[in-house]
């Protein structure tokens, strides 16, 4: 498809919607904005496997649990594998923190918010997409795989210092995980033929993702929550304007499409659409993810 701002889809309300018989994999489904769209596409009649930390919907009727700790590639390789791909039909990577004043260091020596934020999505999409959507009939509905983040708001991103071993800057790191992201999209988009991959822009929605943020100094948190608080939506609204979005028939074989908060299609970030770029920062963000795997095996 031509990577523009030309995707349109006729909105419907939440309610509206007949999800019996789908099959749903929320990916940080356990809080925030994962949570909130499990519960309604399971309210909708949709199958959900929730995956995350903690299981707070114990005993939900529709609703299933894969634990696990996606700041751990290990982790995240083994969700992927476990993840029937070949039979579901949407896949949200929701899984999100952001970077604190201070480098910090998961247990298999990547950077927190590196490797939650980003590399565990790289993992589970590399794991899962060979496997969406084969051998489904050529007339029936491709999976949809999105991929949540800041798509198109002019992050690049760099390729030299992925783990900010040699430099660290919360900002720095960060934009590279709105980077990577948005290039899983556009590079997924070419790379999984059996597939729809979409980017998703949720804006300010009151989580907790940016509880790190200036660190243990609340006020100044306090302070940022206060300012936005009046463009900034729950996550149960956000659920309700996006989950028509993510089951649209309108987005059949629109792959690579990005969207903003209200569910409007948004334009590439100029330079990520440069396949030689995308080609050395994802070849860079595959070693990273692959260094701590391989390291973690050896220490077994």
Known sequence: MKRDETVNWRRVDA??????GRKAVVVGGTGGIGRAIG???????????????TMRDAG????????????????????????????????VLTTGIMAGPNREL?????????????????????????????????DTERPRVFIMGFPGTGQVGSAEDL?????????????????????????GAARYRDADIFGLNPGFVKTNIRTNLF??????????EGA????????????????????????ERRSGA???????????????????YMRKFLAASEALAERALTQQASAH
């Open 228 to 251: 936005t608080r009046f463009m900034t939506a729950s996550p149960e609204t956000y659920a309700e304007r996006i989950v028509p979005l993510l089951v649209s028939p309108d987005l």
């Open 60 to 91: 939900l009727p529709g609703l299933d649990f894969i634990e696990a700790d996606l700041s751990l590639m290990r982790e995240a390789k083994r969700v992927g594998a476990e993840l029937p791909a070949d039979r579901v039909d949407l896949v």
């Open 163 to 187: 783990n900010a071993e040699d430099t660290y800057s919360k900002w720095a790191v960060h934009s590279n995980t709105v980077a990577g992201n948005e290039m899983l999209v556009l590079d």
């Open 15 to 20: 309610s509206s919607l007949d999800l019996a």
């Open 39 to 53: 519960h309604l596409l399971v309210a909708r009649g949709a199958g959900v496997t929730v995956v995350g930390r």
């Open 106 to 138: 998961t247990a298999e020596g990547i950077e927190r918010d590196t490797a939650v934020s980003y590399l565990s999505r790289l993992v589970i999409l590399r794991e899962i997409g060979p496997r969406l959507g084969k051998g489904r009939a050529p």
């Open 215 to 224: 660190g243990s100094n609340t006020f100044l948190l306090a302070l940022m």
């Open 258 to 276: 990005l969207f903003n908060n209200r569910g409007d299609a948004v334009a590439p970030t100029p330079g990520l659409t440069d396949q030689s």
